[in-house]
């Protein structure tokens, strides 16, 4: 129990040096420890649902009890640590601070654990200071943020919005998993969300941290990125169908070769997609970075490629550009080589514009400790997205060493991480005691 004033002081009598807000030492410790839960051979490979993300999240769980919060996994699998607010009403008022600890394969140490431990760190500060706060704090590690092998990405955000459907939990992967059996076994339920989470109308912020991965807080020797908007992530199965045969015995001019109408469908997407980018001058990518070849043998025409299309946008009208010309695009190669195109949509997720107030507050606590500052777009998705839907929600970015990300060489500064997390910290403060903003 914290035992204070409801308010607490004001921001501008705090200190303006962000190691009064968090300690890169204790930051650093916890990156290791959750680093060490990895695939021996694999690193660092901390998939949903693997005996190393069950691992790590039980560690997890043993932090967030010693900082003095109530724990629970909620029915979408997020592990949530409470800090309850000074006034115990049913109805108080809430913030959300956190990200996630699983990775993709071979990922980074600093993907999602940057968020987790910083917002750990606003907690050890109120903690330290003995303030207590007119609103409940969660943090929440939201599960499965990382794409994953039944085609989705942002599963307990999802969840906590009311937008993961019966459709989705009854997805199989190849082994034969569930994936709402699967998230049943953590703790969470095997039902779709009727609803968003009934509390939603309480909660005033959604905030999360985030390295960059990308280099443009780096090149600009910039301490915070405040993030305007996440782009609109769509993802497409790409089915070409042609016919298998004997790759010594099957004429050049007979084949049905889908693994070359497939190349021309990549060459196609990555054109198309440069060709909107630059004309549109805004935030748009096309990636097709999953191919899966059938037979896949050495001595054998490909009969079968399947591909997953990755697009992201900040505005639709960039998508469904692409989309139209990429299906006119398509129907002539299907012609010319005489093999099958199909295109089915596995997820979709709009635009999230951040929320207005909660950028500006933030801005305001990067200037009140002297930290350098720039307002940038997400080229990434995140699980604000979905946050944003339901309640205010807003992220900051910190620097990632050369922007590399998703791989084993993702590096983030213990200090920069502490920035961040001092900006959250001062962030919640003028919440808290209803400092303005716009000074």
């Not at 298998?244 to 990555?270: K, Y």
């Not at 093999?339 to 089915?344: A, D, L, R, V």
Request: hydrophobic letters at 40%; charged letters at 25%; proline letters at 4%.
């Amino acid at each position: 129990t914290h035992k204070c004033a409801s308010r607490p002081r004001k921001v501008r009598q705090m200190k303006r040096d962000f190691t009064y807000y968090s300690d890169p030492q204790r930051i650093q410790r916890a990156v290791k420890t959750l680093a060490s839960f990895t695939e021996a051979e694999r690193p660092f490979t901390r998939l949903v649902f693997s005996p190393e993300f069950k691992q790590a999240r039980q560690w997890l769980e043993f932090e967030f009890r010693k900082a003095g919060l109530d724990c629970h996994v909620d029915k979408g699998g997020n592990l949530i640590g409470l800090r309850q607010a000074v006034d115990d009403a049913s109805e108080q008022k809430k913030v959300i601070i956190g990200s996630h600890i699983d990775t993709v394969s071979a990922g980074g140490q600093f993907d999602g654990v940057a968020g987790i431990v910083a917002a750990l760190e606003v907690i050890h500060f109120l903690n330290q200071q003995n303030i207590s706060l007119p609103f409940s704090i969660e943090i929440v590690d939201f599960l499965g943020e990382e794409l994953n092998v039944w085609g989705l990405s942002c599963l307990g955000s999802r969840h906590m919005a009311g937008l993961l459907t019966d459709e989705m939990l009854s997805r199989t992967d190849q082994e034969g998993r569930q994936l709402g059996l699967e998230i049943e076994s953590i703790g969470g339920k095997r039902q779709p969300p009727r609803t968003p989470r009934q509390d939603a109308d309480t909660i005033i912020a959604c905030l999360e941290l985030h390295i960059e991965q990308a280099d443009r807080l780096e090149t600009n020797q910039t301490d915070i990125g405040v993030v305007t908007d996440i782009p609109g992530i769509s993802r497409y199965a790409i089915k070409v169908m042609g016919r298998a045969g004997h790759s010594g015995t099957t004429r050049m001019p007979d084949r049905q070769d889908a693994l070359v109408a497939a190349s021309e469908v990549i060459t196609t997407a990555q054109d198309t997609g440069i060709a909107i980018a630059e004309r549109d001058n805004k935030h748009f990518v096309a990636t097709i970075g999953r191919i899966d070849v059938y037979p896949n043998g050495a001595a054998t025409v490909p009969g079968e490629v399947n591909m997953v299309l990755d697009l992201r946008a900040s505005h639709e009208h960039s998508r469904d550009e692409f989309l139209r010309q990429l299906q006119t695009e398509c129907m002539q190669i299907s012609k010319n080589r005489s093999c099958k195109i199909e295109t089915q949509l596995i997820s979709n997720a709009s635009v999230a514009v951040m929320d207005n107030e909660l950028r500006q507050r933030l801005s305001h606590a990067a200037n009140s400790l002297n930290l350098s500052h720039i307002d940038l777009s997400s080229g990434a998705g995140h699980d604000m997205v979905h946050l944003s839907r339901v309640a205010p929600a807003a992220m900051i970015f910190i620097p990632c060493k050369d922007g590399l990300s998703h791989c084993p060489e993702e590096f983030a500064t213990p200090e920069a991480i502490a920035k961040g997390s001092a900006v959250l910290a001062r962030t919640i403060l003028a919440l808290a005691s209803d400092e303005p903003y716009n000074e």
